[in-house]
């Protein structure tokens, strides 16, 4: 047969129209790419207004083609909740998630929900020193499989990048690099250090960082010991340290840091480039590795020196921070160090003064186009199966901004108008990152654009543990101790409830609880009062409610829960969130404040305040798209013959 | 004389290094690891007295074979042990005159890999901080000339006092090999040739002592009155992906060179 001949019968064969068909998209065919964008906080409302606007016209594109659909969210809406519910496909009653916070049922003592380290299991004492004769592991508490299994069980190809509340990654056949939930060096969320000699700056009370306060003796140098991680083979744990000379030079106004044989001059107002740092536990024999960022605020007339929290190397990470274990080396190597930690924007900085508005900004800036490179690097050599992306700058910069979106906000009329743009252009640089999804597609790709919650403003602080105190739930024994310790206020033999994490109230059971006060008979009735009297509480300066629901946790999420779990879920109303006091259990005197931290937008409200969005290239098929259906809706793109079994699949055209 | 010599050492490098040109760094680096394992282990057969090695080896295993035979007899072991002990020292003696005459080439080969492989190239995005050291004091802050070409110089210029130590920043512009001019001073700056494999100054200095041939990554620069007599720059450290680590030039070369060594010792039968 002559090559023309049988090109003109295979053209019209059915074999050959269901072959050429193959490289374009049909309804129903499977796709062999899936861009998964996880933008944390985009909001359905800001979204829209700014596709109205144009300033997204990617998303635009996206819209005309499955739609702008609010997604539901989590209860609570907390991002690590939320990311739980996309990755499993269930919610907190099975994945365990219920706060950034939880507490341990026993001590009430509060840790993070997320991942806890165990140290060795046996260590050798010889004088000070304490040697391991096992290693040390860091446990994931997300529980559930998660929904790409099935699809790494099918040999399909899945990348996630800075996935949320994976750290330490799942082992697996994924490619993944940990995000949302990987700590710093020093094992907090983020904790930056600030060098100075102004006396005005050095405080105790600063947290998200320590201040450490130094001293010129005339030679024009300040010696600054930088503290690392713990060193668990000393005694007691010291910190590690590192000792960094910085010389300066008012006249230049700039300095110059001698750390560990590197020197780095920077004038005020520089950032510096990644510098990493050796922390010796064992001085030659054993040590870690971390990178920081120094910005110089100030020299003159004070020296002033932020040193960002101590991210942990992805070149040659101390912590389990991708899987395989070296694929954060080959990124690093491929394009330099990068901000590991779950949250990379320092907002404690500019929440504590450490930092300006401006200067924030500049810092946030630094962990976008971090996070562009990164996604840039993997979008080009992405060729078969699904990647996801996940972009944390929305959600932490709206947080500190949502100031200037709101008129009502107490901050903004003192804000600066420079900085009202400031969200806009974030949505307009994510719409970038759409676009660049959207240049990548070819016939057989599907891009999804998924938010885990939206936003609200944060306006008024509600102290649920003063109002608990107030209304008699809640006794407190020592009027000046109610701002201090956690709990150090509290009788507990006569205290019925308390409030821990951003969303938790817990009944202080008898029966599980030490010196717990309420038996068991009593809590499901004590838990409709509270219910009751939540939802009543009126703000006296608006007029307005304060919580729009009080959910009983066990009738929310019927069957088993963990005993970690919280007895109620605090729902509040639009501009009203849980104060900074009440996530770490203290009695402010006053039961509703005004906000007056930047940290001003918020999500940790009721689900309803607060849909996801969900833009796709595919339509939908239910009305309702919820985070727990998206597993299964992606996995359905592919040719796997077992869908994961959490949520629905709402895919029109895969949902056969 | 030291300086005709390391011209000499720095050329031969070169040109042993010339098919690795264009092939990435860790190329060269892991043939100039394998040649000196082999090379040393070659020198140590040849200066060391392989007879008496041999002779030396089989009486210690003797001894620990007496120590194992004789462990219920503390007496003996003990004899067998004081044995031992000698047997190692006069071992440690043997290879002290092949470990002398090896010592030479070894730190030759060590500085030049350091010099090659140890530290990045200038990027174009990542300025380099420049320190200068003036043995006779700064210069007033307003007159300091500092020339550059290949290079672009970005202020402030810091002045050390304490440590008559003057701080900038450089950047390297295209491919043009870069250079500054400091009070009159010619200084070569980072990489020494276009090639990979090729030298990368890290600092300068205007000595001109036996030294300098053991850091060839210290450029050579003319003495001039008020001028620097040395410096450094604050080039980052490289590392090399091997075996699914990340491991510095000496570790490389290190592990490469045993390796090279152990089977060169096994082939051409060098009793160690």
């Avoid at chain 2, 120590?67 to 003996?76: E, Q, R, V």
Wanted: hydrophobic share 40%; charged share 20%; with cysteine.
């Amino acid at each position: 047969m002559k090559r023309r001949d049988f090109l003109k019968i295979a053209a019209l064969s059915p074999a050959a129209l269901l072959a050429m068909n193959a490289g374009c998209r049909g309804t129903g065919s499977p796709a062999r790419r899936a861009i998964v964008l996880g933008i944390d906080g985009m909001d359905p409302f800001l979204l829209n207004s700014f596709i109205h606007e144009g300033v997204m016209p990617n998303a635009a594109i996206l819209m005309a083609s499955g739609g702008l659909n609010r997604l539901g969210t989590s209860n609570p809406p907390q991002s690590p909740v939320a990311w739980s519910n996309f990755i499993t496909g269930y919610g907190p009653d099975v994945h365990g998630i219920f706060d950034f916070i939880h507490r341990n049922p026993v001590t009430r003592a509060p840790y993070l929900s997320t991942s806890r380290v165990i140290g060795p299991e046996r260590i050798i004492s010889i004088s000070d020193w304490r040697l391991p004769l096992s290693g040390a592991k860091v446990e994931l508490l997300r529980k559930g499989e998660p929904f790409w299994n099935r699809l790494t069980d099918e040999g399909i190809p899945v990348t996630m990048v800075k996935l949320p509340v994976d750290f330490p990654p799942d082992k697996g056949k994924a490619k993944i690099l940990s995000g949302l939930g990987t700590p710093d060096m020093r094992g907090s969320q983020g904790s930056f250090t600030f060098f100075t000699d102004d006396a005005r700056s050095i405080t105790d009370t600063t947290s998200g960082g320590v201040v450490v306060a130094v001293r010129d003796y005339g030679d024009n140098c300040y010696v600054c010991r930088i503290n690392g991680p713990e060193n668990s083979m000393r005694a007691g744990n010291p910190a590690m340290e590192v000792e960094a000379k910085v010389w300066v030079d008012r006249d230049a106004d700039a300095l110059r840091i001698d750390i560990q044989g590197e020197s780095i001059l920077l004038a005020a107002g520089e950032w510096s480039r990644w510098v990493r740092m050796r922390f010796d536990a064992i001085p030659n024999i054993s040590s870690v590795s971390a990178i920081g960022r120094f910005f110089v605020k100030e020299i003159t007339p004070k020296l002033k020196l932020y040193l960002s929290p101590l991210n942990i190397d992805p070149l040659n990470p101390a912590l389990p921070i991708s899987e395989p274990q070296d694929y954060s080396s080959d990124l690093a190597r491929d394009l330099g160090p990068f901000y590991t930690q779950g949250f990379p924007e320092d907002t404690k900085a500019l929440s504590r003064g450490i930092l300006s508005d401006e200067e924030y900004l500049q810092q946030a800036w630094i962990v976008l186009q971090e996070r562009l490179d990164l996604f840039h690097h993997e979008l080009s050599r992405f060729s078969e199966g699904m990647l996801f992306f996940y972009f944390s700058s929305l959600d932490l910069n709206i947080h500190m901004f949502y100031r200037v979106l709101d008129p009502g906000s107490p901050l903004y009329a003192s804000t600066d108008p420079r900085f009202k743009g400031a969200v806009r252009e974030l949505y307009a640089q994510i719409d970038r990152v759409i676009g660049d999804a959207l240049s990548a597609r070819d016939g057989n790709t599907e891009i999804i654009v998924l938010s885990d919650h939206g936003f609200a403003p944060f306006n008024r602080s509600f102290n649920l543990n003063t109002w608990l105190a107030y209304e008699g739930y809640a006794n407190i024994t020592s009027s000046h101790a109610r701002n201090q310790d956690m709990f150090a206020a509290i009788d507990w033999a006569s205290t019925s409830a308390y409030g821990l994490g951003l969303n938790c109230l817990y009944i202080n059971r008898s029966d599980r609880e030490e010196n717990g006060a309420v038996p068991p008979e009593q809590v499901s009735d004590l838990l409709l009062r509270l219910k009751q009297d939540l939802e009543l509480v009126t703000d006296p300066a608006t007029g307005r409610r304060v919580i729009a629901n009080a959910y009983i946790t066990s009738d929310f999420y019927p069957g088993s829960l963990p005993s970690f779990a919280p007895d109620m879920i605090i729902g509040y109303s639009r501009g009203y969130r849980s104060s900074w006091e009440t996530t770490l259990g203290s009695y402010p005197v006053d039961v509703i404040t005004d906000n007056l931290d930047p940290w001003s937008g918020t999500h940790c409200v009721d689900p309803g305040v607060v849909p996801g969005v969900l833009l796709s290239t595919v339509p939908l098929s239910l009305p309702d798209p919820n985070l727990m259906d998206m597993g299964k809706s992606i996995s359905s793109l592919f040719d796997v013959p077992v869908l994961p079994p959490g949520g629905r699949n709402i895919f029109r055209g895969y949902d056969s | 004389m030291t300086n005709a010599a390391g011209i000499l050492i720095n050329g031969f490098f070169d040109i042993l290094l010339i098919p690795f040109r264009t092939l990435p760094h860790f190329w060269g680096l892991l043939f100039i690891s394998l040649l000196s394992g082999l090379g040393m282990i070659m020198v140590f057969k040849f200066v060391s007295n392989q007879d008496k090695i041999l002779r030396l080896r089989r009486r210690m295993g003797g001894e620990i074979l007496g120590i194992l035979l004789h462990l219920s007899s503390p007496g003996t072991v003990m004899n067998f042990a004081g044995k031992l002990i000698w047997s190692n020292t006069l071992y440690l003696g043997y290879l002290l005159k092949p470990l002398l005459v090896i010592a030479i080439p070894f730190m030759l080969v060590w500085g030049q890999l350091d010099a090659r492989y140890g530290s990045a190239v200038m990027d174009e995005s990542d300025p380099v901080t420049v320190t200068v050291f003036f043995e006779n004091g700064l210069p007033l802050k307003d007159s300091l000339q500092i020339g550059v070409s290949g290079l672009e110089l970005i202020p402030p210029v810091l002045f050390i006092d304490t440590l008559d130590e003057a701080s900038f920043r450089i950047l390297p512009l295209g491919d043009s090999l870069p250079n500054l001019k400091i009070e009159g001073v010619s200084i070569q700056v980072g990489r020494t040739g276009s090639w990979n494999g090729c030298r990368i100054h890290r600092g300068f200095d205007s000595g001109n002592s036996l030294k300098r041939l053991l850091t060839p990554w210290i450029a050579r620069v003319d003495r001039m009155p008020e001028g620097p007599g040395s410096g450094y720059y604050s080039l980052p450290d490289v590392r090399y992906g091997v075996l699914g680590g990340y491991w510095s030039w000496i570790a490389v070369f290190l592990l490469f060179s045993s390796l090279s060594a152990i089977a060169g010792a096994k082939f051409f039968k060098v009793k160690i």
